[in-house]
């Protein structure tokens, strides 16, 4: 994995953190029919698809607060985790310019 990796990681899930500020600041407007993300990767990509959740109708939100604060657990664990990789790949690389000098 490289730094571009996490990069487009991150990039990912601000999508997916985006897409559930939304429905949560929606979760009482009448008839409001959320979207989800989901991240999925490729062998070289990594990248956000947004869909509309199906409508069921429903004159209230149908919103899910607890789907909503999960996924925004995970956003939290993921971006960290790619950070620390970041930074880990940047020490690496670090060390490796100061052998070769």
């Known amino acids: 994995m490289n730094i571009s990796n996490n990069i487009a990681s991150l990039q990912a899930h601000q999508t997916m953190l985006n897409t559930s500020a939304n429905n949560v600041a929606n979760a ?6 959320p979207t989800q993300t989901r991240v999925v990767g490729g062998e ?7 869909a509309q959740m199906d409508n069921s109708g429903a004159q209230t939100s149908q919103t899910d607060l607890s789907k909503e604060m ?7 664990d ?4 790619n950070v620390t990789a ?16």
């Not at 009482?28 to 029919?33: A, H, K, L």
């Not at 070289?44 to 947004?50: L, V």
């Not at 930074?87 to 310019?97: A, N, P, V, Y």
Request: negative net charge; charged residues 20%; hydrophobic residues 45%.
């Open 78 to 81: 993921v971006s960290a985790l």
């Open 28 to 33: 009482n407007s009448d008839g409001f029919v």
């Open 44 to 50: 070289n990509s990594i990248r956000a698809q947004n």
């Open 70 to 76: 999960a996924t925004q657990m995970v956003v939290e």
């Open 86 to 101: 970041m930074k880990t790949q940047d020490e690496m690389f670090g060390t490796l310019l100061d052998i070769k000098a």
